[in-house]
Nanobody, 115 residues
C-alpha cells in the first residue's frame, strides 16, 4: 500500500511564493515517476510538473519559469516550489506517483492566490 500526503498549501497574494511537499510511504522507491497535478473549480485536472526516476522534469507551459519540481529519493519526497503566483494558479494541487503499473494519488492541498 502506498500513501501520498501533500502539505504546504495556503493563501498567498499575487506574486507570492509557496512550497508544496509530498511525502510517499509504503512500497514505493525511486523508480517511481512523481508529479504534481492541479484542479481548479469547474475544470479538469491538469499536469503541473513531473520528475521521472531518470531525473527528467517536465512542466506545463503555464508554469515554466515560475515553478520548480524537486525530489529527494532518500526521503521519498517530491516538492514543488511555486514563485510569482497568479490568481489562475488557484486550485487543489495533487501529488501523483506512477510505480510500475500502479498509479497513486494524494488527497490534495488547496492553493489560493488572491488578486
Amino acid at each position: 500500500q502506498v500513501q501520498l500526503v501533500e502539505s504546504g498549501g495556503g493563501l498567498v497574494q499575487t506574486g507570492g511564493s509557496l512550497r508544496l511537499s509530498c511525502a510517499a510511504s509504503g512500497s514505493i522507491s525511486s523508480d517511481a515517476t512523481m508529479g504534481w497535478y492541479r484542479q481548479a473549480p469547474g475544470k479538469q485536472r491538469e499536469l503541473v510538473a513531473t520528475f521521472t526516476s531518470g531525473g527528467s522534469t517536465n512542466y506545463a507551459d503555464s508554469v515554466k519559469g515560475r515553478f520548480t519540481i524537486s525530489r529527494d529519493n532518500a526521503k521519498n519526497t517530491v516538492s514543488l516550489q511555486m514563485n510569482s503566483l497568479k490568481p489562475e494558479d488557484t486550485a487543489v494541487y495533487y501529488c501523483r506517483a506512477i510505480y510500475y503499473r500502479f498509479t497513486y494519488w494524494g488527497r490534495g492541498t488547496q492553493v489560493t492566490v488572491s488578486s
